[in-house]
Structures are given as structure tokens and as C-alpha cells.
């Protein structure tokens, strides 16, 4: 699953659920139904996931096997929310959580925890998501549950950065970031990496903020994602746009398109505010309640982590466009690119360029001279962080 090979997971998963079938083990027959849901899942194939977990859910009630029941309960709460429906996946989450509890198993209580905490981020009530998170934190912490630490944290950070409170949002963000880079979680660390542009550029770092947001948006194209809403990035970039500039603004973009995932998640990390907010004795305190391990609240017996695990795809980012909320994400997403960096005339070199034609050839064509268009080519490769013509097509096909 590393390697996002959904094709190979699932034909692993079909075998072993075969298997089980034919030694009727309905406990893993539930199980693997479940593993197979959550492969679909990440693949975005919502349709043939609800089939498996719904599945998974009647096998293991019939059976009285709570685990898995209260499992593909909560698995079937994160499909439900990245489908929109938000309700429904509120009711299977409050269902999963209720299963957890009843077996003593902490961090299924956490995992559930963790998808009310980030429904109640999508419904705009910071108060419910942050008791949510805080109590499945100390759980998560007694094990060192790295993927759900990085997401628990991460909406603790957003609630914070919400919230204006600089301090509690850096503290949050830098362990989120840095577990979810650890673990893997690339879409997690592209989300981190954009909520610390709009960090920095609150802590009156701008031309950092830039760097960090060309870096995320980078990463969400590699891995296949489709870029944060434009209303959204706008903004962050529209502030800056008009105190540095639209040059400066494209320049620093490319540069952060250019640096690498370890690279962006150092340089997002290591930034510090250049003014102590006021609010540091509160913030000391919130850091000793949310950073300093806590006791577990349950056996450590019922806590650790199932070792066949795979963990779902994000939900719904809770500060995306409503567009955005609930739907599948695109795996075609082309570059993505400030808006209004490229001006009207760059974008119609660039679809030239597509064509496949030289600069003589876009001059003839514009009829403007070869080496006005050198200068606009060499905007383009500019401001989208680009090396070559080659990809300033690919990009310009994308866009139309």
C-alpha cells in the first residue's frame, strides 16, 4: 500500500478472503471483507468499497464479533464523510465508537474519536473537534500511534490556526508534520505543509508562506491529488500578491515547487514567530496538557494498534471550498500554480508551445518578435518552477 499498487492489494486481499470463505471463518471473512473496503477506498472506488464494508459489518454482527463490526463501522464513517454525507458517517462513527468501548480496544476508540473530531471541523463546531481530539490523544500517545497522532494533531493545529493562536497552532502542526512525514501519510504532509503557509504568513513570514504552499501544492501533483481549493489559496496568495508583487510572488513559488518533501517539511518546521504572542503562558500550559505523554485512560492491554492496519484516506479538508467537501479527489490534477500567476499572453505562448511550436514559429504566429517570446518562455519556466518546454506543455494540456 506504500507504493499505492490498489490493483496488487486487492487481488492479496480477494485471495485471503477466498480463503477464509472456504474454512468459514467469518471472523475473517470480516476482516478481510473490511481490508478490501478500505483498499477501494483509497483507490477512490466508493461504490465497490460500501459493498465491502457493508458486507463486513453484516458478517461480523451476525457473528457477535464486535472488533470487527465496531472496525468496519468506522470505516464506513470515513467513506461516508469523503462522500458528502456527513450525517450518515456521524451516526456509523457514534456506532463504531460505542462497539470500541465495549471490547476495551483504545485505539479503535481513538480512530473513532479522531473521524468525530474532524466531522465536527467540517460542521464548523471548533468546541466539539477539540475535545474529540484531546481525548483520543493521550491513547494514541501511550502507544506511539504515529499515523493517528499526525491527524489528531493536525486538527488541533487547524483549530488553533482558526482561532488566530499562532502558539498552539506551530505546536500542533510541527509533531503533526513531522510524525505524518515519518509515516508516510504524503497527502497528510502536503495538507500540513499548507495550513503552515498560512501559519507562517500570520507569523509575518510571507515569502515563506509562499515557498512552503508551491511546495505543498508540488507534492499534491506527484502523488496525483488535486490542488487545495483556489478560494482558499487565493486567500493567502492575494495579501502577499499585492505587498511583493505578482514577479516575486511566482519567483517564490518556483522555488518552492523545486524543494523536496524533506526539505519543505524542515524548512516549514523551523520557522519561528518573530514576536512572542501574548498569550505564552497559556500556550505553555495547552503544550503541557497536549505534547507531555499522559497515562491511558483505558488497559494498555486494549490499546495497541492492529499490525495489519491500513489507514483511510484523509477526509474532507474542513476549510476547503463546499465544492471541495465530501467528493472524490481527481488522480489526473496537473501542475498547480498560483492563481493569476501566468498573464494572458503566457498562457497562449504556452498552449503554442503545446503545439509543438519553436519560438520563431510563436513569433510568426503572435507576430511579435523571437526574442520577446525567449523572455516570456523564460517567465513561464519561472514562475511554474519549471526546467524545460516539455513540461510547460504537459501543464498547458492540462489546462485546457
Known amino acids: 500500500m506504500g507504493r499505492r499498487d490498489f490493483a496488487g492489494a486487492a487481488r492479496w486481499a480477494a485471495d485471503g478472503l477466498a480463503v477464509c470463505r472456504a474454512a468459514d471463518d467469518t471472523i475473517m471473512v470480516a476482516a478481510a471483507l473490511d481490508l478490501l473496503g478500505q483498499v477501494a477506498m483509497r483507490a477512490a472506488d466508493f461504490d465497490e468499497a460500501a459493498g465491502h464494508i457493508d458486507e463486513a459489518i453484516e458478517v461480523a454482527h451476525a457473528g457477535g464479533d464486535q472488533w470487527n463490526e465496531a472496525h468496519a463501522q468506522i470505516s464506513r464513517g470515513t467513506l461516508l464523510a469523503l462522500r458528502g454525507k456527513l450525517r450518515d458517517a456521524q451516526r456509523a462513527l457514534e456506532r463504531g465508537l460505542l462497539l470500541m468501548r465495549a471490547v476495551d480496544q483504545g485505539w479503535g476508540v481513538s480512530r473513532a474519536l479522531i473521524g468525530l473530531g474532524q466531522l465536527a471541523q467540517l460542521r464548523g463546531d471548533r468546541a466539539s473537534a477539540r475535545d474529540y481530539y484531546e481525548e483520543a490523544l493521550p491513547s494514541l500517545r501511550a502507544i506511539d500511534a504515529g499515523p493517528e497522532l499526525a491527524r489528531c494533531l493536525s486538527g488541533l493545529g487547524r483549530i488553533a490556526l482558526d482561532q488566530g493562536d499562532t502558539v498552539r497552532a506551530r505546536q500542533a502542526l510541527s509533531e503533526s508534520l513531522t510524525r505524518g512525514h515519518a509515516a508516510g501519510l504524503r497527502l497528510g504532509v502536503a495538507r500540513s505543509l499548507e495550513a ?13 508562506a509562499v515557498r512552503v504552499a508551491g511546495a505543498a501544492a508540488a507534492l499534491r501533483e506527484t502523488i496525483g491529488q488535486a490542488p487545495i481549493a483556489g478560494a482558499r489559496q487565493e486567500r493567502l496568495l492575494a495579501p502577499i500578491r499585492k505587498k511583493l508583487g505578482e514577479h516575486v510572488v511566482a519567483q517564490l513559488w518556483g522555488e518552492g515547487r523545486n524543494t523536496t518533501p524533506e526539505a519543505a517539511v524542515a524548512m516549514a518546521v523551523a520557522r519561528r514567530a518573530a514576536t512572542v504572542p501574548p498569550q505564552r503562558a497559556a500556550a505553555d500550559d495547552w503544550a503541557d496538557r497536549w505534547v507531555e505523554p499522559a497515562a491511558p485512560s483505558l488497559p494498555r492491554a486494549g490499546l495497541s494498534a492492529p499490525a495489519n492496519r491500513i489507514d483511510p484516506p484523509d477526509p474532507p479538508d474542513p476549510a476547503a471550498d463546499q465544492a471541495h467537501q465530501g467528493g472524490p479527489i481527481s488522480a489526473t490534477a496537473g501542475p498547480v500554480i498560483p492563481p493569476s500567476t501566468l498573464t494572458p499572453r503566457e498562457r497562449e505562448i504556452a498552449a503554442l508551445i503545446a503545439r509543438g511550436l519553436t519560438n520563431k514559429g510563436i513569433a510568426d504566429e503572435l507576430v511579435i518578435s523571437p526574442a520577446t517570446v525567449a523572455r516570456h ?3 513561464i519556466l519561472t514562475k511554474l518552477g519549471f526546467t524545460s518546454r516539455a513540461q510547460i ?8
Open 196 to 208: 503552515f503557509a498560512e501559519l507562517i504568513a500570520m507569523e509575518g513570514e510571507p515569502r515563506q
Open 393 to 400: 506543455a504537459a501543464w498547458a494540456v492540462n489546462q485546457r
Open 377 to 379: 518562455v523564460t517567465n
